[in-house]
């Protein structure tokens, strides 16, 4: 028998995760290596493990799924990773791309689109649904605008959740400390990101940066915080 294609899966719903597991056990020639939970438990699979490609739902617990996808890129950048995911706006497609995926694949897509698809992601070629194509191109053809001014109005609550997401924080920390629920916080990043016309969290931070809500020294020890979980993830480190 060929080799077959190792394959970790990032879903945080159970059933969902044991649903893929069973559809992928009937192609030969792909192996379901594991499968993780969370994003943390995600990240150091896919360090550990090594395999050929990563599924990765885009809505997690612990952290958004485009900021898995740009971490585990930034660690191995020939990590073929596809989004499996229910959702299919525009923006989010965009974003999934950007960050470095090289599929977009729809749960409601047949088991042979799904095998199909990382097939063709372990060549290192995009997968694409033709219903994703069109919108990744619609995407492409927007006209470029201009940046938004400087104070785009924002209501209360989402200058709060700026401010959250400026320092770093995740959706869940974000949540705990301002005391709602997880999704109300990814509605007010999205309604944030629509307002100020603006493609991910990085471009919101510098956002916040730019209108004074926050400082460089306030950057730097969100850089220095990243840094110092990196190294303790990584077994470099053994204190918080």
Known sequence: MAEQIRVLVVEDELIVGEAIRALLGEARDIA???????????????????????LVDLHLP???????????????????????????????????????????????????????AIHTAYRGLSALHPAIATK???????????????????????????????RGRSNQEIAAELGVSISTVRT????????????????????????GMLTLNDVQMVRAKGAHSHRHASGEDDEE
Request: proline content about 7%.
């Open 188 to 211: 007010h990043v999205s309604k944030i990101l629509n307002k100020l016309q603006l493609e991910n969290r990085t471009q919101a931070a510098l956002f916040a940066l730019r209108k």
């Open 32 to 54: 379901v290596v594991d499968e993780a939970n969370n994003a943390e438990e995600a990240l150091e699979k896919a360090r550990r493990l090594k395999p050929d490609v990563v």
């Open 136 to 166: 990744l191109v619609r995407q492409l053809k927007r006209p470029l605008i201009e940046p938004p001014p400087v104070d785009s109005p924002l209501t209360e609550p989402e200058e709060r959740v700026l401010l959250c997401v400026a």
């Open 62 to 116: 612990d952290k958004p799924g485009i900021q898995v996808i740009e971490e585990m890129i930034a660690e191995a950048p020939d990590t073929r990773i596809l989004v499996l995911t229910a959702s299919s706006d525009d923006t989010t497609v965009t974003a999934a791309f950007q960050a470095g995926a090289l599929g977009y694949v729809l749960k409601t897509q047949a088991t042979d689109d799904l095998v199909s």
